[in-house]
């Protein structure tokens, strides 16, 4: 809402420091806005504010209400400062007998700008509109699955984390110096912040890959800058099944429906995980080497026997995999039933 400026006021901005031995002097708050100030033999009283504060109160009032960066004294300085309110927020009323500029309300959107206003607890208890700027930066973490991931074979999604006590902007990501392009997720608010979660895709080049990300909040805080290096990893790993001639377990070999498969595995950074399969059915899975075993139950599938590949599938961190496979004639010796 804007004021019209009284023709008193109008001649008191055409004023100089040099006239602060007057009544008026024209002065500008810490947010460089022109305001006015009145001087007498005592405290100096904020009527109303269009300043950084507009829960001020009296000049002679201590604390985080107080506006003023430094005392103020009429007769030696041309800074001393009674704030006018001929500018102020929407919906706010100029009020001398509260000492400032504000409105009542329930929640911290009914003040406007989250970033600059909130809504707590004024004189007498109730809640009111204050000019309370956020300076606090956000914060921003890695998250999802890829988290830690240290080396990449393949295009792959990584996610972040920005968190905020008000509200969250944009985010930055480069790779190689590079922009990258970020999807922005939904904004969650929580008891006392918001987070909102960013994917990109980190595409597999070169040997490495420098990543650098940063978010802003709503008014322009930056938090500190994440920095992460991936490796890229295009190389395979190797995987051969261990051969049982004593159980069938050869090429063209016939197995029973039920027992252990074991695999060797390398790579030249680390095998995470085989995989067996029987034709396009998964039999087991291993994470813990060095023989890689599983207990392979067909009897689901195998029917009175059939022949099928049977393969082993080894995957390194990276993503990258390897495979062995042969075929194998499977029988339901062993299936109950």
Not at 36 to 62: E, F, H, K, T, Y
Not at 187 to 202: C, D, E, G, K, N
Not at 310 to 319: P, S, Y
Request: charged fraction near 20%.
């Amino acid at each position: 809402m804007r004021f019209a400026l009284p023709l008193s006021l109008i001649a008191m901005l055409m004023l100089t420091a040099a006239d602060c031995g007057g009544e008026r002097v024209v002065c500008k708050d810490s947010d460089d806005r022109v305001v006015s100030c009145d001087q007498d033999s005592g405290p100096i009283q904020i009527v109303w504010d269009a300043g950084p504060r507009p829960d001020a109160g009296l000049r002679s009032d201590a604390g985080p209400e107080r506006p003023y960066e430094s005392p103020c004294d009429p007769n030696t300085e041309a800074t001393c400062r009674l704030f006018e309110c001929y500018e102020t927020p929407a919906d706010w009323q100029p009020g001398a007998s509260a000492g400032y500029c504000t409105k009542p309300c329930a929640s911290d959107e009914e003040c406007g700008d989250i970033n600059l206003y909130r809504c707590r607890e004024g004189g007498g208890g109730s809640l009111r509109c204050h000019r309370d700027r956020d300076n606090a930066p956000p914060e921003l973490e890695w998250t999802g699955s890829n988290a830690t991931l240290g080396a990449i074979g393949r295009d792959t999604e990584l996610e972040l984390l920005a968190t905020d006590n008000r509200s969250i902007g944009a985010l930055s990501v480069t790779v190689g110096g590079e922009a990258v392009v970020v999807e922005s997720g939904d904004v969650t608010p929580l008891a006392s912040m918001v987070q909102q979660r960013f994917r990109f895709t980190l595409e597999a080049a070169g040997d490495s890959l420098e990543i650098e990300a940063s978010v802003q909040d709503g008014i322009g805080n930056t938090s500190a800058v994440l920095n992460r290096s991936v490796a890229v990893d295009n190389q395979a790993p190797q995987v051969t099944i261990t051969r049982q001639p004593n159980q069938g377990l050869t090429e063209g070999g016939t197995i029973p429906g039920i027992m252990g498969l074991q695999a060797s595995a390398s790579d030249n950074v680390g095998v995470v995980r085989v995989t067996y399969y029987l034709g396009d059915n998964a039999v087991g899975s291993s994470v813990e080497g060095p023989d890689w075993g599983v207990f392979m139950d067909a009897c689901e599938f195998v029917g009175g026997g059939r022949s099928f590949e049977l393969r082993a599938v080894a995957e390194d961190a990276a993503g990258n995999t390897g495979s062995d496979a042969f075929d194998v004639n499977v029988t339901s010796n062993g299936c109950s039933g």
